[in-house]
C-alpha cells in the first residue's frame, strides 16, 4: 500500500504535469541568415524570441563571414534547401507567426513568397534587409524588385529603416514627415502595415513610423546613445512577432517591440564584445527588461 508521502509525489507531479502542459510556449518560424559575431541575424532573433516566451523554428537562408565592423562574403543557401527546410519543420510543429530576415536574392524571395502565399507561412513580418549595418551592400536590384512585387503585398508588417525604405519606395527621406510618405507608399505596395525606423534620422530623437491602410503613427523614441547597436532591427522584427504570436494586435506588436528594443540598447551600452558595433541585451542580462507575455493567448 503507497504511504502519504509517495501520494504527495504523485499529486506534485501530477501538478507539473498539468502546469507544463498548460505553459506551452507558442512557435514562431524565422527565416534568417547567420552573423558569426553573434550580434544580428538568426542569433538576435533567438535571443529575443527566448526572451519573449515564444519558441523559435529557424531556417537558415544566407551564410556570411563578417566580424564586427565589416561584412567579407554572403552566400545564400539553395531555394530548395530553404523550403525543404521550412517544410519540414513546419508539418512538424504549427507556428502562430513568421519573421523574414535577410534572403539576399530574388529566388529566395520568390520562393519565401510562395510559402505565404500558400500559407505554409503566416502573421508574417518581414525585414527587409537589403545592407549591412556597416552599409555593405547585401541584396541587388533584382531582389529589391522582388521585396515590392512579391513579399511586400503578402507579409502583415514589413519593417524597413530609412535607407531600405528609400530603396523600396524611391522616396528620399530626410524628415519625420517623409518617414509617413515612406510607410504610406508601403501599404500602398499591399502591406497591411509598413513600420519606418527612425534609426538613421539622426537628432536627438528615434521615431518609427507605423502606417495602416487607414491610420498613421507616430512612435516617439528618445536616442539612445551606444556603439552597441548591432541586430536591432532583427530585434525589432522578431519581437513584433513574438507578439503578434501570442496575441497583440499589430500596432500593440509594434509598440512593445519597439520598448523591448529601446531597453535591450540600454543595457548593452557599456559592453564591449568585438572592436567594432556590437550586440544588444536581448535576454536582459542588464537586469533592465521585464518583457510582457500576457496577451490573448499563450500557446499553440
Known sequence: MAGPCLHALRRNADALVNRAVASTPTSVAVVAGVDPTG???MAADLRTLAALGVHAVPAVSVLTVQDSRNVEYVEPVAPDLLVRQLEVALHDIPTSAAKIGLLASSRLVE???????SGTLHNVVVDPVLASSSG????????TAAYVELLVPRCTIVT?????????????????EEMTEAAEALCGMGAPFAVVKGGHLGGGDAPDVVAG???VEVLAGERITSHNTRG?????????????ATGWSPVEAITKAKHFVAVAIAGATSWQIGFGNGPIDQLGWSGLLRPEREPGQASN
Open 232 to 244: 536591432t532591427g532583427c530585434t525589432l522584427s522578431s519581437a513584433i512577432a513574438a507578439y503578434l
Open 111 to 117: 520562393v519565401v513568397a510562395s510559402l505565404i502565399r
Open 136 to 143: 555593405t551592400a547585401i541584396a541587388n536590384d533584382a531582389a
Open 39 to 41: 550580434g544580428a541575424g
Open 160 to 176: 524597413p529603416n530609412i535607407p531600405e525604405a528609400e530603396r523600396l519606395t524611391g522616396i528620399k527621406i530626410t524628415t519625420t
Open 213 to 215: 491602410h487607414d491610420f
